[in-house]
């Protein structure tokens, strides 16, 4: 897979999306492409960050769960401090950071109580200016976010400086995964910084985030083993 989608790319990613559990031999046979190539393409997808995983799909309803929409609203410097702040509550399944200073949070639960402390919890929070939440009574539909149609590209971001990559960029691979990367200066300190990282955690030294091209780097290391 080069820098961008081609027809190949966005058929395997139907086939995926369609069944997450189909293998790479059915897939192959589907769409006429040979399995080492299908297992190419998927793991180069996989190392770019664009498949981020694979899951099942369990419905909310049948599992006696109570969902909500909550909106929180935050000034617009606040909103990822909020959103970090709640990230990890175990109610919490999704969050939206919107345009209009505001946090869109869905949130399901079993037990009224541990969602009555959420609240209570949200409400010690002082960047929060205001809060509003609505029961889901239904779903008339669920899907992914990430809609693959005919004209859907790629915007990888240098695994360095963080600038989405133009033209072709840099490809590189270290241990066995491929490292995105928009020029060959961010290359070259990319490359400095992996080296270092690996030798910390060989020597079992945690590394130092000197600054914030660092912890792009460690952040990019990590995803790629």
Do not use: W
């Not at 970090?84 to 109580?113: G, P």
């Not at 809060?131 to 809609?147: H, I």
Request: charged share 30%; glycine share 4%; net charge neutral.
């Amino acid at each position: 897979m080069s820098l961008n989608l081609d027809d190949v790319d966005r058929k395997i990613l139907r086939e995926l999306q369609e069944d997450g559990r189909a293998s790479f031999r059915d897939i192959s046979s589907r769409i006429d492409i040979s399995t080492p190539t299908v297992s190419a393409r998927v793991q180069a997808m996989v190392d770019v960050g664009l498949i981020k995983g694979y899951t099942v799909t369990l419905d909310s309803e049948m599992l006696g769960q109570v969902s909500v929409a909550l909106l929180i609203d935050a000034k617009p410097a606040d909103l990822d401090k909020v959103a970090e702040r709640i990230k990890d509550d175990e109610l919490v399944r999704q969050i939206y950071v919107l345009s209009d200073s505001r946090i869109l949070c869905m949130i399901s639960f079993y037990n009224q109580m541990k969602y009555q402390r959420f609240l209570e919890g949200l409400a010690q929070i002082p960047e929060i200016v205001k809060m509003d939440n609505s029961m889901v009574l239904r779903s008339a539909k669920e899907s992914q976010r990430a809609a693959l149609t005919d004209e859907a590209g790629l915007l990888i971001r240098c695994y360095y400086c963080g600038h989405v990559i133009k033209d072709e960029g840099v490809k590189i691979k270290l241990d066995g995964k491929y490292h995105y990367l928009c020029c060959s200066v961010c290359e070259k300190l990319y490359r400095e910084k992996y080296e270092k990282l690996k030798k910390s955690a060989a020597a079992g030294v945690p590394a130092v985030r000197s600054s914030p091209e660092a912890a792009t780097a460690k952040t990019s290391h990590e995803h790629s083993h």
